[in-house]
């Protein structure tokens, strides 16, 4: 590869005209950008207008700008099973020998039994890389999957698990190990501009990079420089952060993270909400930081019109609503829903929002169609490209998205017992979005729950325990299983059933 990188000008050409090597980037055949952010709530946004009016992140609006930015997106419940559809396109129930083992969070699998789509890039021609965070299997796939690969392997390094702003062992290439003491969003931002220039890349073929930050999962720390931003700021106490929360699941009357302080500020361990929601926002920043220099490397090396970007998080998280703290897991959009912007100049029109709920493994699917390579096995998602040449096209497909904890695969029938089927408090579940219903059914024998979100944004009002919303239900349930047997789920036939209650 590298000996084919110092061909002369004249050598490349004639391979490629002998079909030999494969072309640089086109509009056909894109450069790819996929920057991933972890526990990014499309709340810190300000190009949303659920953001607070004091965060403001110009790099991330601009990009908005330059692209199609979608209001709803459902990528996934926790970083593990988010990033796993992320690399197959597939719901967790259909992605085989994904697993969790030994110390957390470890985790290994078969890569027989489970191939990730970076491989068949780089054999239809496609130099593949991976910067960041690394949380599906001790196998980071350097070598098969990758030809680039600078990666914090979580699930291989247990005892530095924590470590997401410093002190992060490195793997570097499928080689040597090192520690890294910068702080971490700005490292992987400086490789990743490197890579763009490239540096230790093949310039004849068209590139994929999947950048992965760790920003802003807990512990939440800020960059230095930004430790004094955002001084004085203040915002509405979520209206459900303490219980009793009427008409919604027992579970969910038992998430009780924070309590009153003395001056009736809520606080959990030694954080008050407001320091929490200050801390979680200062990390945004340099996040911010970071695209505007990536969009920046673009533009200086000629790059950006045949460039594809995508930039999403694996979930978001709740500041607070429903008696969360720093938690993803729940269906309601404070807790999972994440931001979603496509960017192509002159394939992607500029400056469009899309209010058609997406689903993350409807993302594979479309990086596949803009690479105009056809996967080799059945991907669950949808190819986005309709909506992303119009926002407003009718969009026939059912949005859902899955969670079932820490199971993967036919690995998740046990499970499916109506008792044990939860993680941290919050049971499996399946959520489809309808227009501007929410329907989310347990796994569990527990209330289902059903949200106007139009009317009813903060998912306070459980329409599915009222009388005159039964239709509506009836409706939704036959949605989901018409999802859950088209993508083959392996339980769509042996739910647990659902505690009826209906008020009038």
């Known amino acids: 590869m590298q000996n084919e990188a110092k061909l002369t000008r004249r050598q490349v050409l004639g391979a490629l005209a002998a079909g030999t090597l494969h072309a640089a980037a086109t ?5 790819i950008l996929y920057i991933f952010t972890d526990d990014h709530s499309y709340r810190t946004l300000s190009c949303y207008k659920e953001a607070y009016p004091w965060a403001k992140t110009p790099n991330f609006d601009r990009l908005a ?21 992320m690399l197959t396109g597939r719901h967790s129930f259909g992605i085989e020998s994904m697993r969790m083992e030994g110390p957390y969070p470890g985790c290994e699998y078969d890569p027989e039994k489970v191939e990730f789509w970076p491989k068949i890039f780089r054999q239809k021609g496609y130099f593949t890389a991976q910067i960041g965070k690394w949380h599906t299997g001790t196998d980071t796939g350097f070598g098969r999957d990758w030809d680039y690969q600078l990666v914090w392997n979580r699930p291989k390094f247990t005892e530095t698990s924590t470590n997401y702003y410093y002190d992060q062992p490195i793997t570097y290439h499928g080689g040597k190990t090192e520690i890294l003491k910068r702080y971490s969003t700005d490292q992987y931002t400086d490789w990743a501009v490197d890579f763009m220039k490239g540096e230790g890349r093949d310039k004849t073929k068209p590139w994929y990079l999947w950048l992965c930050y ?14 004094e931003e955002l001084a004085g700021i203040d915002f509405e106490t979520p209206k459900d952060i303490y219980s009793p929360r009427p008409g919604k699941p027992d579970w969910a009357q038992e998430i009780n993270d924070w309590k009153p302080g003395p001056d009736g500020t809520p606080v959990s361990g030694k954080m008050t909400l407001t320091q929490w929601v200050r801390q979680y926002h200062q990390g945004v920043i340099a996040l911010d930081e970071a695209v505007g220099r990536l969009m920046t490397t673009l533009d200086e090396t000629n790059q950006r019109k045949n460039t594809l970007v995508i930039f ?9 609503q429903h008696g969360f703290r720093g938690v993803k897991l729940a269906a309601y959009d404070a807790n999972i829903r994440s931001p979603l912007m496509f960017s192509m100049p002159g394939k992607i029109p500029e400056g469009e929002v899309c209010d058609v709920p997406v689903s993350g493994v409807d993302i594979p699917a479309t990086i596949f169609k803009f690479a105009g390579i056809t996967p080799p096995w059945e991907v669950h998602g949808h190819d986005l490209s ?11 497909h059912t949005m859902m998205m899955v969670s079932t904890g820490q199971k993967f695969g036919s690995d998740i029938l046990p499970d499916l017992d109506g008792k044990s089927a939860m993680h941290n408090k919050v049971p499996y579940y399946v959520m489809i979005r309808d227009k501007n219903m929410k329907y989310v059914r347990p796994l569990i024998t527990d209330l289902e729950e059903l949200y106007d979100l139009d009317k009813d944004p903060d998912e306070l009002d459980n329409l599915a325990v009222k009388k005159e919303h039964q ?15 088209r993508t083959k789920a392996n339980f769509a036939d042996r739910m647990p059933p659902v505690r009826e209650s209906i008020k009038a």
């Open 386 to 396: 309709p909506l992303l040449k119009n926002p407003k096209a009718n969009w026939p």
């Open 214 to 227: 760790g920003a802003v999962h807990a512990p939440y720390q800020p960059a230095k420089r930004h430790l």
């Open 312 to 320: 999403t998080s694996d979930q978001g998280l709740a500041f607070g």
């Open 27 to 31: 509009p056909e055949r894109p450069n």
């Open 65 to 85: 700008k330059q692209g199609v930015r979608f209001l709803a997106a459902y990528n996934g419940a926790w970083c593990m099973p988010s990033r796993s559809t």
């Open 471 to 485: 239709a509506t239900l009836k409706r939704l349930r036959v949605k989901v299983a018409a999802e859950l047997k």
